[in-house]
């Protein structure tokens, strides 16, 4: 079996952001805009995982797929319409949750947060 390398490590939340595990690379806890309406945290969270994507040498074009939580799930269509132009149609396998956040800014902070897996092929 391959080497299984941690990148982005958060001692205090005990939390690998990005893990490489043989031929797959899991992103965990991307989120951005946080306090901004959600359109703009999908965006953000979008640009956070290219952003760990691109410590491994990955793009988006590489996820296969995500796991997107939201605190309403009514504004599924809003992630919808952002991954359409990101992804250009070559979209992730999705499961959408909808969740309460534990995070300082309560109801009007984090309202969308994405988790992926990208395959290195």
């Known amino acids: 079996m391959s080497e299984i390398i941690r990148h982005d490590v958060n001692e205090e939340w005990a939390h690998s952001g990005v893990i490489e595990a043989g031929d797959f690379v899991f ?4 989120v951005g805009n946080i306090g901004q ?3 703009q945290q999908v965006r953000g969270a979008l640009d956070h995982l290219s952003q760990r994507l691109s410590l ?3 793009a988006l074009d590489a996820v296969v797929q995500v796991d ?3 605190r309403d799930a009514w504004d599924i ?3 919808e319409m952002v991954f ?3 992804f250009k ?3 992730p396998v999705r499961k959408s949750i909808q969740t309460n956040f534990a995070h300082v800014g309560g109801p009007d902070g984090l309202l969308f947060q994405l988790d992926a897996v990208a ?3």
């Open 84 to 86: 359409k132009e990101r």
């Open 119 to 121: 395959y290195r092929g």
């Open 77 to 79: 269509p809003v992630m």
């Open 89 to 91: 149609g070559r979209y």
């Open 37 to 39: 309406p959600v359109e």
């Open 27 to 30: 992103v965990g806890y991307c």
């Open 56 to 58: 491994v040498g990955l």
């Open 68 to 70: 997107a939580l939201f």
